[in-house]
């Protein structure tokens, strides 16, 4: 799950207690490609990627095998690992207790990630393309 980072949720509320509106509904409009932050909520990704921290998403990057990306699935955002399986595609997550999501096509995906940080912590950051 994810949670814009300039939310006004609580702290405590998670992306499934806010009531989506139109806006939630779509990418950032950033204006062209331009990279957006979000946070990370929930466990599916751990442990390369853990809730709290804030992943930069580029909007036209390169989704290709392996890639982590931002997709819109069953009506909600999600962030995965892009895999290839066979002559198609999955929505992989990094934690076990998750399951794999098979794409009709890469439509789905909205964009790359391109690097992710611990807020506070400078050095805690780490890129991905």
Known sequence: MLLPTNSTTSHTA??????????????????????????VLGHSMAPEFLEGEIIIIEPDGLAQDGSYVLAWHNEEWTFRQLLRAGTGWVLHPLNPAFADVALDSLAAVRGVIIQKALPGRRRASKHYV
């Open 14 to 39: 998670t992306y499934a207690d806010a009531a989506p509106s139109a806006a939630d509904l779509a990418v950032p409009d950033c204006g062209g490609g331009e990279s957006f932050a979000l946070m």
